[in-house]
């Protein structure tokens, strides 16, 4: 199937494996290359600029004829890492660059400079418009089924709108389980699709087999919106302990999110505390289940390696 999104990343599919906190990995991203897709790590799943650029090293080496692979880069000032992973990555060069939460200027300006394309995560046609002004190749409409932190529109309504507005290609991410899926994002104009979720169930996924299970037994009706990983809403599955600690932020930080001299600081340590629980959840044995996943693991129905994942996408 030829899209531009095949197109611009010499790819055999319309589909970008979604970059996953936690989750996305050298081997995942390696099989999903050897599948004809394009596959995307979060740089920030990487503690040291050295261990970024040894994936980088590695991704390349296993390039193959029809896949592609890239990075994630949170582009704001949250990321205090931003600077020199741009670095690394222009430096050793990739396919493709997403950007997410923040201006992209500086890293297309640079990535282009170093033949890499870049990609923007959006949820409005405000920002649309603007990553387009800057020069971006393509823009990620959010939707409100995506996986983790998500939009507000639903995939129809942010596709149709945006890929009437924008001349530039628009990839829609979420609420993607099977080809149908796909066939409809399609429809609604969009270029490709950027999927997450089904692949936390993958064999080369690197989290515990829990979480990956938990992907099977859960569906689209257990995933709920919680405030207590990140301070702002984030999708996760709704397990006995999220039941146990609830969704909402705690009064203390309702208080003092109230204060401007302290919200930042309260942000801060809401997101500091619980990505220690959602790194802890997914990468060891723990009661404390906080796994962060989308409504299409509705169509996940056991654990499967990559190609398989891709196999059933995309017939």
């Known amino acids: 199937m030829e899209t531009k999104l095949t197109q611009l990343l010499n790819i055999k599919h319309p589909i ?109 046609l405000r920002f649309a418009k603007k990553v387009e002004q800057l020069g971006a190749d393509a823009a990620i409409a959010v939707n409100n089924e995506a996986g983790g932190h998500r939009g507000n529109l639903s995939p129809e309504a942010l596709t149709n709108l945006l890929s009437k507005e924008l001349s530039i290609p628009v990839i829609s991410a979420g609420g993607v389980g099977c080809k149908a899926d796909i066939d409809k994002m399609l ?34 009706k257990d995933i709920i919106m919680t405030e207590r990983i990140s301070g702002t809403p984030c999708t996760v599955i709704n397990t006995p302990y999220v039941q146990k600690i609830g969704t909402k932020a705690t009064w203390i930080e309702n208080l003092l999110n109230k204060n401007k001299s302290l919200k930042k600081w309260v942000k801060m340590i809401r997101f500091s505390i619980g990505m220690k629980a959602t790194e802890n959840a997914a990468k060891k044995a723990t009661y404390k289940t906080v796994w962060v996943a989308g409504p299409s693991i509705e169509h996940t129905t056991e654990i499967l390696p990559v190609k398989a994942i891709v196999d059933n996408l995309v017939n």
Not at 55 to 61: F, G, H, S, T
Not at 100 to 108: A, K, M
Not at 187 to 214: L, N
């Open 187 to 220: 429809s609604y104009g969009a270029e490709g699709v950027s999927v997450g979720s089904p692949f936390i169930a993958s064999v080369e996924a690197g989290v515990t087999d829990d979480y990956k299970q938990a992907c099977v037994d859960y569906g689209a």
């Open 16 to 124: 970008i494996q979604a970059p996953m906190f936690l989750v996305s990995n050298v081997a995942m991203v390696t099989e999903g290359m050897k599948a004809g897709v394009a596959g995307c790590i979060p740089a920030l799943n990487y503690r040291t600029l050295e261990e970024l650029r040894a994936a980088l090293k590695e991704l390349k080496a296993n390039k193959v004829e029809g896949g592609s692979f890239g990075f994630n880069l949170i582009v704001n000032k949250s990321n205090v890492k931003y600077k020199g992973q741009l670095e690394v990555i222009c430096e050793e060069g990739c396919d493709f660059i997403i950007t997410s939460l923040g201006s992209p200027e500086e890293t297309i300006r640079q990535a282009h400079a170093s033949g890499i394309k870049v990609f923007c995560d959006v949820t409005d």
